[in-house]
């Protein structure tokens, strides 16, 4: 092991007592009054900036799937549902949704025929995905269910 001589040495030894000094308090903190018998002793209150659990997001527009024609919605889809889209839109059939696990998947064909899938989208995936124009976006997925957005970008 090298070993340290001269400055260097000097330096160490200043820069550790430094550490040292910093991390601890040489004064001694006053002892806490234990509670008598008389004294009620309370649990603390809960931090306000605890986070509350949320639960699954409802979707704006519910079940609706019609909702979705125009290509501007947020709806909760099931495994197997079917999403028609308006004519004009880019795609040439139902966009068919399955939900396993934590993700979801589109199938579509497009206007020119060819098919199109968008496999295991999840909520934390960095953004939507899309077929043609057509965005498609994970909100939220659980027990073969999930809320989505649709939006003709």
């Given at each position: 092991m090298p070993t340290v001589t001269g400055t260097r040495a000097a330096l160490a030894g200043a820069a550790m007592t430094v550490l040292l000094?910093?991390?601890?308090?040489t004064t001694p903190e006053p002892a806490a009054a234990s509670p008598s018998a008389s004294t009620?002793?309370?649990?603390?209150?809960?931090?306000?900036?605890?986070?509350?659990?949320t639960g699954f997001p409802k979707?704006?527009?519910?079940?609706d799937?019609?909702?979705?024609?125009?290509?501007?919605?947020?709806?909760?889809?099931?495994d197997g549902d079917k999403i028609?889209?308006?004519?004009?839109?880019?795609?040439?059939a139902p966009l068919?949704?399955?939900?396993?696990?934590?993700?979801?998947?589109f199938t579509s064909v497009t206007a020119g025929g060819m098919?199109?899938?968008?496999?295991?989208?999840?909520?934390?995936?960095?953004?939507?995905?899309r077929i043609n124009d057509i965005?498609?976006?994970?909100?939220?997925?659980?027990?073969?269910?999930?809320?989505?957005?649709?939006e003709h970008v």
């Open positions: 000094t910093s991390c601890g308090s009620p002793v309370s649990a603390p209150a809960p931090s306000p900036s605890s986070p509350s659990p979707a704006a527009d519910g079940d799937l019609d909702a979705c024609g125009d290509a501007e919605c947020e709806v909760l889809v099931h028609r889209l308006d004519d004009g839109l880019g795609l040439a068919d949704v399955t939900v396993t696990g934590d993700s979801v998947t098919r199109a899938t968008l496999s295991h989208q999840t909520p934390d995936q960095g953004g939507p995905s965005s498609l976006a994970v909100i939220a997925v659980e027990d073969r269910k999930a809320v989505i957005t649709v």
